[in-house]
């Protein structure tokens, strides 16, 4: 492993744990009126000056392809809370409260004991569609109700959620690792290897692969360190046999079997050499499907291979007949 000062390292396990960057919202005149704040803001020291205070929930999450965040149920609930604690009139928009863990419930089950007005639109609607701003009221489709309510506002705090860092986005470039449509680094198996990758010896944690609370990240950061001390221990890695063949008489060193392996597996100078790694490769085929010169096999998958698998299926159908 090169780093970027051009460090060499000698390892044999990676864990990516890259994190994600709280979500800038340009939603309700954030950023040009001083009222509108969010609540990363409070968490920075920022107080909250006026006597009524609308909380905006789901800002930067489950919109525009980007799913729910997590952790912003309870962050918008505890501030409610704090917020009635010092004598504030708190109304909490939301489209779903989202208990990920019994934290939640307890929760809102305070917060509407505190006195805290809760108004739900609707779950697929834009934001700033079932939620007008006016000068100091916000105009807010109730679902309850079935109509628009008033909610007047001194402040605003917009419970923003998370994105993919930037450093996510590179390490994922770097090692070839998956993404998924929002941008986190996706796990080979939700259940069996929730922080695998599809590279072996490459495991990732925390919020490099979605947003999650402080508990849920320590909790993945144990398990990649766990796994990566199982693989370490061991000494060896076990693979299966089926990897491509090359024949070098016929490689041309066109490159674009590099271009092709999603593991890099395959590295090189198109036109002047080119590398295979054989421990790095989980036999996936790409490379032999690319290959123009015919000079890349795959045992398990070749033409015979194949036209032998049709035709016994093929066989067996005739035989039940």
């Known amino acids: 492993m090169v780093l970027s000062n051009g460090t060499e390292l000698d390892v044999g396990a990676i864990i990516v744990a890259t994190g994600a960057k709280p979500y800038m919202p340009t939603e309700f005149n954030y ?44 962050v918008g609930l505890s501030k409610a809370i704090e ?77 923003i959620g998370l994105v993919p860092s930037e450093d996510t986005d590179e390490v994922s470039k770097v090692l070839r690792l ?24 490459i495991f990732i944690a925390g919020a490099a692969r979605g947003p999650k609370n402080v508990a849920e990240a320590i909790a993945e950061g144990y398990a990649a360190a766990s796994r990566a001390l199982m693989m370490l221990a061991q ?25 092709a392996c999603p593991y890099g597996a395959i590295r090189g100078v198109p036109g002047k050499w080119i590398e295979h790694i054989p421990a790095a490769c989980q036999g996936c085929g790409a490379c032999v499907a690319e290959c123009p010169q015919d000079a890349i096999t795959l045992d398990a998958l070749s033409d015979d291979a194949i036209m032998a698998q049709i035709e016994a299926a093929l066989l067996r159908s005739l035989r039940r007949r």
């Open 31 to 74: 950023g040009k009126d001083p009222r509108v704040l969010t609540t990363l803001d409070l968490e920075n020291g920022k107080t909250v000056e006026g006597k009524n205070v609308a909380i905006i929930n789901c800002v930067g999450s489950r919109t525009s392809g980007r799913g729910c965040s997590r952790y912003c149920c309870a």
């Open 83 to 159: 917020l009635r604690g010092q004598g504030k009139n708190v109304v909490l928009i939301y489209r779903d409260i989202m208990g990920v863990d019994p934290e939640v419930e307890d929760l809102y089950k305070k917060a509407r004991d505190a006195g805290v007005l809760f108004i739900r639109i609707p779950r697929k609607a834009e934001l700033t569609e079932a939620i007008k701003m006016d000068t100091n009221k916000l105009i807010v489709h109730d679902v309850e109700l079935g109509d628009d309510v008033e909610v007047p506002f001194d402040n605003i705090i917009l419970n």
């Open 178 to 201: 998956s993404k998924d449509q929002e941008g986190f680094l996706m796990e080979a198996h939700p259940k069996l290897g929730p922080v695998d990758t599809m590279t072996p010896g």
């Open 235 to 259: 000494g060896y890695v076990t693979k299966e046999p089926f990897i491509p063949k090359f024949d070098w008489s016929k490689c041309t060193k066109c490159g674009l079997c590099i271009k």
